[in-house]
């Protein structure tokens, strides 16, 4: 490979280095500075998960109370942004909206993108942070034809999220504690995972010295696909697809099909050669949730006999893919009421933290350079111009 490791795909370059997050994927393992996600999910909240990976410890409660206030500080967005949710269509995905809106908060903030100074990358964190919910509740208000909500700080990040979703504002909302917790759990599963393929692109994004509006709007871009972020919607649309567990041999033998595309979406990954830590936590979420909300969905009963026949053929054993985090919340989210359309922008939401979290790391080592990555040319090698006539 002459001068250069060729290594596609980053199977096993690490391109940086990072105090964040830990995962061991042979033993399923995964840390944020230090703290499991079990007992983080379990016992936590997502404010104090975006406390601990932005500043690197868990806050005291007079920190907690001094960070979820800054942050219901910026929850609000521009009322001119609001107005340019309707040049798009009412169909248009709400990662399509996600990615253009996110992007042009850099157009109205623009105190936030001198990225030297650090008092601005922290305010201009808490506007990310802050803005997501409002930003993605506006996406599915736009969908379904209803006002949009303004954000009421009275309430948790994840209820003041719930209300600007499924609140009108002709009656009150009344936020349901399993549902909120339950979904400040999807939060917490979701706030970081190392160096996948947007944080990646975050990060080296934000080497070049692009403000943070534009490298998170570059996240979600990347975070759209199925590979990716996506895998959540694919992974519902798939379990509905399949339908009646007498239907599940036949998913199972077209995945291990070479000539045919189809993956068993929301299996294998790239690190976890094991049980996804995540996944455990999502699938005793569901019954929490399902149980609480009185909801009797067969996809569930489909999702655990696919598992649980998955897991016992010998290709996924071989090939070691068990699923992964985005296996389960599907089902979560479709019971508290998302549409599958809406499943990848609240990974984005919760993403959003673990972004800038890496984003400030990077943009604090002295020693970052642009990321720029070499490539072995495979064109031809110099030849003679052959002028228009002669071709
Ligand atoms: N169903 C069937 N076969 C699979 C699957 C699957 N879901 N995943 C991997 N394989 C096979 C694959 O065909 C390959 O076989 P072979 O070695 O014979 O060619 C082998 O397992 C290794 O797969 P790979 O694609 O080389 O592995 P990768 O590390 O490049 O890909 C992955 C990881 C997550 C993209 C892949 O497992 C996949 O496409 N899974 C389905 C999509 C999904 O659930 N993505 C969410 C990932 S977790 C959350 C997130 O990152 O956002």
Redo the contacts with the bound molecule.
């Keep these: 490979t002459g001068a250069f490791t060729f290594d596609p795909?980053f199977t096993s370059t690490a391109a940086c280095e990072s105090a964040l997050t830990y995962i061991d994927g042979d033993e399923g393992v995964l840390l944020h500075r230090g703290y499991s996600i079990e007992e983080l999910s379990e016992q936590s909240s997502f404010m104090e998960v975006a406390y601990l990976l932005t500043e690197g410890e868990l806050p005291s409660r007079e920190q907690l109370e001094k960070f979820t206030y800054t942050i219901t500080r910026h929850t609000m967005v521009h009322e001119q942004l609001a107005q340019f949710f309707r040049g798009f269509r009412r169909d248009a995905h709400p990662m399509a909206i996600m990615c253009g809106v996110v992007g042009a908060l850099s157009a109205f903030y623009h105190d936030s993108t001198d990225i030297n100074d650090p008092k601005q990358r922290e305010i201009a964190s808490h506007r990310l942070i802050a803005k997501m919910p409002t930003i993605a509740a506006m996406a599915y208000k736009y969908s379904v034809g209803q006002p949009f909500m303004y954000p009421d700080n009275s309430l948790s990040y994840t209820g003041n999220f719930l209300r600007m979703t499924f609140g009108v504002p002709a009656e009150p909302y009344v936020v349901n504690p399993v549902v909120e917790r339950a979904l400040d759990r999807i939060f917490i599963l979701h706030a970081d995972?190392e160096q996948?393929a947007s944080t990646s692109t975050v990060r080296l994004a934000g080497s070049s010295g692009a403000n943070p509006f534009a490298c998170i709007a570059a996240g979600i871009a990347c975070l759209w696909g199925?590979?990716?972020?996506g895998?959540n919607e694919a992974?519902l649309n798939m379990l509905r697809e399949i339908g009646t567990p007498d239907r599940i041999a036949h998913y199972i033998e077209r995945?291990k099909d070479k000539n045919d595309p189809f993956?068993?979406?929301?299996?294998?990954?790239?690190v976890y050669k094991n049980y996804d830590p995540r996944a455990t936590v999502m699938q005793k979420t569901v019954r929490e949730v399902l149980t609480a909300l009185n909801v009797n969905d067969p996809i569930f009963e489909v999702a655990l006999q696919l598992e649980e026949m998955a897991l016992s053929d010998s290709y996924f054993i071989e090939?070691k893919?068990f699923p992964?985090?985005?296996f389960y919340s599907g089902i979560i989210l479709s019971a508290i009421g998302f549409p599958t359309s809406m499943f990848t922008a609240l990974f984005a939401l919760a993403r959003t933290v673990g972004w800038i979290a890496q984003w400030i790391e990077m943009i604090s080592d002295p020693e970052q350079k642009i990321g720029r990555p070499r490539q072995l040319y495979t064109g031809p090698a110099m030849r003679p111009y052959v002028p228009l006539s002669a071709r």
């Design positions: 795909g995972h996948n199925p590979a990716h972020g895998a992974a995945a993956r068993l979406m929301g299996f294998g990954h790239r090939k893919l992964n985090v985005d």
